[in-house]
């Protein structure tokens, strides 16, 4: 028998094709050990599919394995700044998503808001996964090899995809910001696939936590004068600002 509280994970199920867990309890005020279970028997009348920390509709689906560690290490700082950029985002508009940890939580952001039609390109297929459902999203995943913690494609497939990509807004991260000479990285395929974003982008939006600014280099990707604007958290040393200030360089702390 369905109660009243599976009734409402159908239907946010329906809306949102995936729900999590905390977010049900906060919402019907419950225990989220209630919450599973509903989620359990759900999936045993064959009406929902169980994931870890929730559930998505029943049917097909992607699922792609991760490195866990990677996504939720700071993962608080990680969704504030996601969204902080999705507020950059306009209806219509053409974006692209790096194979960043903050771009699973942009990807997220973009399917939970179906108010906004966009048109995503990305390497990523954690974020594709993310994606691949979402009505409200027209999804372009990116050939080439795929490696990575995160799952992600690249080589010269991806960098040939990109040359043929004409996108409104990037939203990327990187391996560290220098002041003194701009965006780090530490591996060469993903600093050349993140070369091709730049010249795909009118604007790019750095999308990095705190520990990034500072420290040694071993590749550079770009000058910071070819970022439209970094979105950091709030414990970003004053020194930093201070650079970002000098250099007029724009950026949003969350």
């Known amino acids: 028998m369905i109660n009243k509280r599976m009734e409402f994970i159908l239907q946010e199920l329906e809306e949102k094709s995936s729900i999590r867990v905390a977010d049900v309890s906060k919402q019907l005020e419950c225990s989220e050990v209630t919450i599973r279970n509903d989620i359990q028997k759900l999936e045993e009348m064959g009406l929902l599919n169980r994931i870890h920390g929730g559930a998505t509709k029943a049917g097909a689906q992607v699922v792609v394995l991760y490195n866990a560690e990677t996504v939720y290490k700071n993962a ?3 969704q504030r700044i996601a969204e902080k950029a999705y507020e950059y985002i306009e209806d219509n508009d053409t974006i692209i998503l790096d194979d960043a940890s903050t771009s699973y939580y942009l990807a997220r952001i973009i399917k939970e808001n179906p108010s906004k039609h966009l048109l995503v390109i990305t390497n990523s297929l954690v974020a594709a996964g993310e994606l691949s459902d979402a009505r409200h999203v027209n999804l372009f995943l990116l050939g080439g090899q795929v490696g990575g913690k995160l799952s992600s494609t690249m080589g010269d497939a991806t960098i040939g995809n990109l040359e043929e990509c004409h996108a409104d807004k990037a939203f990327i991260s990187a391996h560290g910001i220098n002041f003194d000479v701009g965006i780090t990285s530490i591996g060469s395929p993903q600093m050349q696939v993140k070369k091709a974003i730049l010249k795909a982008s009118k604007e790019v939006y750095l999308l990095v936590d705190s520990s990034k600014f500072g420290g040694g280099y071993v590749l550079v990707v770009s000058p910071l004068s070819e970022i439209t604007r970094i979105i950091t958290d709030n ?13 007029h360089v724009a950026i949003d702390i969350v």
């Open 76 to 78: 608080d700082k990680k």
């Open 235 to 247: 414990e970003i040393k004053k020194e930093y600002l201070e650079m970002a200030h000098r250099d």
